[in-house]
């Protein structure tokens, strides 16, 4: 297999554009959105679950035993890979020993047969080829292939959860929450192509691949494994290369790092990652300021952490670009108001602070009138009592003389 086979691999077959039953296309933002972030015609939408804005880390289960050390599983026994029964697998044909099992980051081959639990046959696939460990097929592939030797064929029982989860898929046609029955065997295993050895297209249409199962992972609300997705295109785009490239390869390759790092901004927003995504929103506008996705999610962003005033500024610049976008009107008008709400707030709680000094003079001044009459009261009533002591000793004089 060259190694231009070896990257077009993985999707070029329909297990790698699993689709979820759904009425249209996910938008990438929430309710009221207009623009279309999985739109290719859109400028829309890094390693491992560790997305390229420092979001957590989504932990995935690791296979019961160690992939690379002990005996080969016995025949006709069922092998339980998680340890909670949910993911299985027996060996039905034994392969080549342990040190022929693949790892994580290679290239493989395998045969294919998918059922349901009942033995209804949904799929076959003579040569299903994709890289191991990245998420490019369903979790129980993934998990189950490390697990196996050169040559080994084995039956695979696995919970929807490791499947098509509860929305199911069209292709192949799987009913929602349903447990598989997969007949796997490997064929092959090789180390995946130096990514500085690819040419410009093929590095491209590699990236291209990733970013769209992280397309089919947001669509199905798997976040985490979306953001993955996108982190493995954009270490592709980012990667070095010994290869000549055109100006016209190198905007081409640009433009999918910016449609990953718009997809994984609205990705990391659903997982509540808000300075991961904000780093996404920035890392865009660095190669294209006027990106109007890349704007809008930054102000929900700074919304979001109650930086109402910057994320106005944005949303402004953003309807400045695009003055007929209803969604940047709606959320924009959203702000206003919540601002105008904080500045209220802060002001009733400053004046409750401070207290009120209108009615604090309006209180002085009463006291004052009050005083001063309570003086003139007092003044007046001495006076007359001087008046009439003055006229009683006068008459005891004039009755002494």
């Excluded at 980051?105 to 076959?124: F, H, M, P, R, W």
């Excluded at 798997?222 to 290369?241: H, K, P, R, W």
């Excluded at 209803?326 to 709400?341: Q, R």
């Excluded at 401070?354 to 009533?381: D, E, I």
Aim: glycine residues 8%; hydrophobic residues 40%.
């Amino acid at each position: 297999m060259t190694d231009k086979e070896k990257v077009k691999g993985a999707g070029d077959n329909p297990e790698m554009v699993l689709s979820g039953k759904k009425s249209g296309k996910a938008s990438l933002l929430d309710s009221g959105e207009d623009f279309e972030m999985l739109d290719d015609d859109l400028d829309d939408d890094p390693p491992p679950l560790e997305d390229a804005g420092g979001g957590k880390k989504t932990k995935t289960e690791e296979p019961a035993e160690n992939q690379d050390t002990g005996p080969s599983a016995p025949l006709d026994e069922w092998m339980d890979i998680l340890g909670n029964g949910q993911l299985k697998k027996k060996v039905l044909q034994a392969g080549n020993g342990p040190d022929s099992r693949p790892t994580k980051g290679q290239n493989v081959v395998i045969y294919l047969k998918t059922s349901l639990a009942d033995g209804t046959l949904l799929e076959e696939q003579p040569e299903l080829s994709f890289t191991l460990g990245d998420g490019d097929v369903i979790q129980a592939l993934d998990l189950t292939v490390q697990l196996m030797e050169m040559r080994e064929k084995a039956l695979v029982q696995a919970n929807a959860k490791y499947a098509y989860g509860a929305l199911g898929s069209l292709a192949p046609e799987v009913p929602p929450s349903a447990e598989l029955a997969l007949e796997v065997q490997l064929l092959d295993a090789t180390e995946a192509p130096d990514l500085e050895l690819l040419s410009p297209q093929e590095r491209i249409a590699l990236a291209g691949q990733k970013r769209e199962r992280g397309n089919v992972y947001y669509q199905r609300a798997d976040y985490a494994f979306a953001v993955n997705s996108y982190g493995i295109a954009l270490q592709i785009t980012e990667s070095s290369s010994k290869v000549d490239i055109s100006p016209e390869e190198e905007e081409e390759l640009m433009d999918v790092k910016v449609k990953c790092l718009n997809n994984m901004a609205a990705a990391q927003l659903k997982l509540d990652h808000y300075e991961a995504a904000l780093r996404s929103c920035i890392s865009v506008l660095a190669h294209q300021p006027d990106n109007i996705k890349a704007l809008f999610r930054k102000g929900k962003v700074l919304a979001l952490q109650g930086e109402y005033a910057e994320a106005i500024k944005i949303l402004k610049r953003a309807l400045k670009l695009e003055p007929s976008n209803k969604t940047i009107h709606a959320e924009l008008s959203k702000l206003v108001k919540k601002h105008l709400e904080q500045k209220g707030a802060e002001q009733a709680m400053y004046k409750k602070m401070l207290g009120n000094p209108a009615s604090g003079r309006g209180s002085m001044q009463k006291h004052q009138a009050k005083s001063s009459w309570v003086v003139s009261w007092k003044w007046l009533f001495g006076a007359t009592a001087v008046a009439i002591g003055g006229v009683a000793l006068s008459v005891v004089i004039a009755a002494r003389n």
